[in-house]
């Protein structure tokens, strides 16, 4: 089988996937905008060939490529695993006549407003919400469903963009901020109390093959807002054997099959309350920060190759296609106590003699590193990724880590 993927070389994930689809026995051909010289023998070795486009974003510039690759080889599959990508790519298959997600099931997983209506008129219960292109819009959604809100981009990733607003004066100031920014069109969401979580799947001709839960800790706005916090993120290996994870999982099911996601990664937040379980949102692509890694460690499973015989074979097989739920993983981000750069650590000896033989791997950036925003996310300057058999004894290890081991900065 041929395979396009859109943009190998970053972020570092991406290599990641050619290595899958290489060892899958995809002939791998990589499209982006990095120029040739600066991918390592390693990557070259898992690329058949390697085309240079000015943006992976730019429709006409991606199409071209793939037309050019189209007249050496025939091109069975186009895969694109970054959010930002995700549309052009569906654009260029259709323009292409390759399989693969189709452009409506990609404007869905963007766009937020559209995903949502379409999901509720499925049954599926989620946030009332709307796309707002007025404050006159925004503020007769707010009489309607009341504060607090939620505002994001329409096609936004994460909590990226995403702000809360508590009543009026706050709602006109993110509009304004908006409209400073040159959006004119923004989803404005009813504001859901409760944890929030994470299910993320391969889907293979729109059935479940793998799946996971993760579990945020504190919850993703509150955590990209508060320099003081440890945020955590904590896979669960008991989503086979709690009975309450079958609801989120049901509801999964039914959100993949509205949507028409057929064979590919999914990314799908939920948030659980007073109110119950309700759908966030869902993209059609794998999660970030390092999802997989965690998922992988925890499952004894290489979950990128997983994900590639879906693509390459139909189906995941061979050894690890099974997950283990043998560990529940984490990481916890660590923040500097200041912007600048990088002075030192402490308690790193500490944690090392007290649990290092749970510690996956740990990022401690050395001293004289320029630091990065709190709202950059959780792998932005340091972390810490471990795991344990028991997800109770996991969570509190995180916790010790979060309170012991300081970034500090000057």
């Known amino acids: 089988m041929n395979v396009v993927l859109v943009e190998p070389f970053f972020p570092a994930s991406q290599r990641q996937c050619a290595r899958a689809l290489a060892e899958a026995g995809a002939t791998v051909i990589g499209i982006g905008e990095y120029g ?58 259709e323009a292409c006549t390759i399989p693969g997600t189709s452009v409506r099931t990609a404007w869905l997983c963007r766009d937020k407003p559209s995903m949502k209506e379409t999901l509720r ?120 054997t709690a009975p309450e994870y ?9 959100v993949i099959a509205a949507l028409g996601i057929g064979t590919s990664a999914t990314h799908m937040e939920w948030f659980f309350g007073p109110k119950g379980l309700k759908f966030s949102e869902i993209g059609c692509r794998p999660p970030g920060v390092g999802a997989w890694d965690l998922y992988s460690a925890g499952n004894e499973i290489d979950l990128y190759l997983q994900w590639a015989n879906a693509i390459v074979h139909g189906g995941t097989r061979g050894k690890g296609s099974t ?26 000896d500490e944690l090392q003699q007290q649990y290092g033989e749970w510690v996956i791997d740990a990022h401690l950036p050395p001293p004289g590193t320029a630091t990065q925003g709190v709202e950059a996310g959780y792998m932005a300057n340091a972390y810490v990724r471990m795991r344990h058999p028991d997800y109770d004894t996991l969570r509190g290890m995180l916790d010790a880590v979060g309170r012991t081991l300081h970034v500090h900065a000057a």
Request: net charge negative; no cysteine; aromatic share 8%.
């Open 36 to 93: 040739r010289d600066v991918l390592d023998d390693q990557l070259k070795g898992w690329l058949h060939h390697y085309e240079q486009v000015s943006s992976v974003t730019d429709v006409p510039a991606l199409t071209g490529a793939v037309r050019w690759v189209q007249d050496k080889l025939w091109v069975d599959r186009l895969e694109a695993t970054v959010e930002a990508h995700t549309m052009a790519a569906a654009q260029v298959r």
């Open 246 to 254: 079958a609801e989120l999982r049901a509801m999964g099911a039914r």
């Open 323 to 348: 997950p283990t739920r043998r560990y529940a993983s984490g990481i916890v981000a660590l923040r500097p106590d200041r912007d600048g750069q990088i002075s030192g650590y402490s308690g790193v």
């Open 121 to 240: 008129a499925a049954g599926v219960p989620t946030a009332a919400s709307a796309a707002v292109d007025s404050a006159a819009d925004a503020h007769d959604f707010a009489r309607l469903v009341g504060f607090p809100l939620i505002l994001k981009p329409r096609s936004g990733a994460g909590a990226s963009g995403t702000v809360r607003v508590d009543d009026s004066a706050g709602l006109d100031h993110a509009l304004g901020v908006f409209g400073g920014q040159g959006v004119e069109s923004i989803a404005v969401e009813e504001f859901i109390e409760g944890h929030e979580g994470f299910y993320d799947t391969i889907t293979v001709d729109g059935q479940v093959a793998l799946d996971f839960v993760s579990h945020y800790f504190p919850n993703v706005l509150e955590a990209m807002r508060s320099r003081w916090i440890s945020p955590q993120f904590v896979s669960t290996n008991r989503i086979d």
